[in-house]
């Protein structure tokens, strides 16, 4: 009995310092650098704000935060590698639209289950896109770009990517507004914006970051912004509801994902470094160089159901939009 006895109290120890340990190297997180992949190349939107958040991180968290380019897929691949990972916070995703919510409903099989996959942090930021045409058109304004539209279906082209919000704002515009367009799909870079300058297509639906400068230098007019508030960088620019047209928010979100079954402290300190971070005056300052603004109030349970939110979103535009997916 004795002997017994002896066991089970050992046993005991073993057991109370092995959940010590396991608390204690959450309490200590992070310990290590973190890999933080972004599942575009160098020197995009998607990067550059990648970036950002890392630095930032970084400075929340005093660990360095590495970026990881691994392009592909609309983010696909990326998010790929980090459903796949160990989830003990030290891989983690740059997520976005594309990979996890609208991705999901535009392609018939993923390799992943967007909403089981992963562990959701927090959306970080958001950036704006705006109704651009070839200025050489015969139109000044939203409405009438609808009137034309009207009276010409499907000889208006807008440009874009396949799944980016430079398709899909085109495809939300013609079910809002009941016209009809032609999407010109492009495989990415800068091509589209290139040859919507060069009249081979009239209509684009861009992030403000990628087209400002062709704003200002008169190369493209803008006609509103796909946003419910409009941007300093254009205050003369009106939204699309306060231009006559219907209102429609096409605003490209970040966040911040890891493996599904990452530990609770893991998830809940990231969390509290993201919202630190987009508290910060200078973060956000940054931000806006890109014309992306920060987004308040994101948690884990906040984006978890976003996500799952959006999916049927998405899901339901593409049948009701027609859109073809692949």
Not at 32 to 57: E, H, M, N, W
Not at 68 to 90: H, K, L, Q
Not at 185 to 193: H, K, L, R, V
Not at 212 to 228: M, Y
Request: glycine fraction near 10%; include cysteine.
């Amino acid at each position: 009995m004795k002997l017994g006895f002896s066991r089970l109290l050992a046993l005991g120890f073993c057991l109370l310092a092995a959940g010590a340990a396991s608390n204690a190297s959450a309490d200590v997180y992070p310990s290590k650098p973190i890999r933080l992949l972004v599942g575009f190349p160098p020197g995009g939107p998607t990067d550059i704000i990648a970036r950002l958040i890392g630095k930032g991180l970084s400075e929340q968290l005093g660990q360095p935060v590495v970026v990881e380019n691994r392009g592909g897929a609309g983010g696909v691949i990326a998010a790929r590698s980090v459903a796949t990972a160990p989830p003990d916070g030290y891989t983690l995703l740059v997520s976005v639209e594309s990979s996890q919510t609208r991705g999901v409903a535009l392609n018939k099989t993923m390799p992943y289950d967007a909403v089981k996959d992963f562990s959701y942090v927090a959306k970080i930021a958001k950036q704006r896109n705006l109704v651009v045409i070839d200025p050489k058109l015969p139109i000044s304004d939203i409405k009438g770009l609808i009137a034309y539209a009207k009276k010409h279906p499907g000889e208006l082209n807008y440009s874009g990517t396949y799944g980016a919000t430079s398709h899909i704002g085109g495809a939300l515009f013609d079910m809002d507004n009941a016209v009809k367009m032609t999407f010109v799909s492009y495989p990415g870079g800068a091509q589209p914006i290139t040859d919507l300058i060069a009249g081979v297509v009239q209509v684009g639906f861009f992030t403000e970051a990628t087209i400002a400068a062709h704003v200002k230098s008169g190369k493209l007019k803008a006609l509103a912004i796909a946003a419910p508030e409009r941007s300093p960088e254009f205050p003369d620019v009106p939204t699309l509801s306060e231009a006559g047209a219907r209102p429609m928010e096409l605003s490209p979100w970040f966040g911040l994902t890891g493996p599904s079954g990452m530990d609770a402290q893991v998830v809940k300190r990231l969390d509290q470094a993201i919202s630190a971070m987009v508290q910060d005056k200078h973060f956000q300052e940054q931000l806006a160089t890109i014309g992306a603004v920060p987004i308040r109030g994101s948690s884990p349970q906040v984006f978890q159901k976003d996500v799952v939110r959006e999916i049927d979103y998405w899901k339901k535009f593409v049948v009701d939009a027609n859109v073809p997916v692949n």
